[in-house]
């Protein structure tokens, strides 16, 4: 099974590098970004019989930080 | 008195931390992020600065599930002392030794210099030889030093006291200027500025001496 995860800053939690990407769009002419919000992928190779509920453990233990950031699981 | 210093794969201010403990009179340890047990008998356990891991995933989330990490916690939920600077704040953090998180700067660099610090509170071992109010000059090198947490928690740590060091001069964004944070019980303290980095003349500013100083005064007695 693979699986993967996203994790994003949650809504509220100032994302600075997602500014800086928003100013440099502009910059570059791309009118029309109102917003933009910078996370990350990670994805897990796992063994037969792992289980969505597993990953979710990972999630919460290590791969995101839940004081700030939210995470989804997408199994492939 | 005995204190150990915890090194991580990626640590840099880890001899400065244990030679500022040496030059106020401590025995001094240092330990591997791989040991699973602290020496015994430690009454301080400090965590350097640096970038244990490479800052991989997210500053101090992979140092924070070592081995040695799970000592730390116990240590510190057996009431022992735990001091945590820069890269040590975000470990204690992750380990939730201490609540919130440290984001990127505000401004998104990274900041080398000596900042201005208000002491809040001298209610700990690590801030009574300050008066509370004065202002004090301490290094900050850190990239992600923005302190954040809920609004309930910054009410509760500014409502208990648990606030010990401000920003006079904000740097990076950090919510309610906080620069360094206590926990419930005072004995664990995470702070972004480098107190071991003003420490000896040789430094052009000793302002970070008295929080040793007082630490050591503290455990002497305990």
Known sequence: MKARVHVMLKDGVLDPQGAAVKHALGALGFDGVDGVRQGKVIELDLADGATEAQVGEMCEKLLANTVIESYRIEVL | ?222
Not at chain 2, 55 to 77: E, F, K, Q, T, W
Not at chain 2, 121 to 132: C, H, L, R
């Open chain 2, 1 to 222: 008195m005995k204190a150990a210093v915890v090194q991580f794969p990626g640590s840099n201010c880890d001899r400065d931390m244990a030679v500022a403990l040496e030059k106020s009179g401590v025995d001094v340890t240092i330990v591997w992020h791989k040991d699973a047990a602290l020496p015994s008998g430690v009454d301080l356990v400090a965590i350097p600065g640096g970038f244990s891991f490479g800052d991989y995933l997210r500053c101090g989330a992979i140092a924070a599930n070592s081995p040695i990490c799970n000592a730390v916690v116990d240590h510190a939920n057996a009431g022992g002392y735990v001091l945590g600077v820069c890269n040590g704040f975000q470990i204690l953090t992750e380990t939730g030794l201490l609540p919130g998180a440290l984001l990127r700067n505000a401004g998104l660099k990274y900041i080398c210099r000596t900042v201005g610090l208000k002491i809040e509170t001298s209610n700990s071992a690590y801030t009574e030889g300050y008066n509370a109010g004065s202002e004090i000059g301490v290094p900050i090198a850190h990239h992600d030093g923005n302190y954040f947490a809920d609004d309930a928690t910054i009410a509760a740590l500014q409502g208990e006291g648990r606030v010990a060091f401000t920003y006079t001069d904000n740097p990076n964004g950090s919510r309610g200027d906080i620069a360094g944070i206590l926990s419930e019980n005072r004995r664990v303290l995470g702070m972004m500025p480098h107190p071991e980095r003003a420490f000896e003349d040789a430094h052009g500013n000793t302002d970070g001496q008295r929080l040793f100083a007082g630490l050591m005064a503290q455990l002497a007695s305990a």
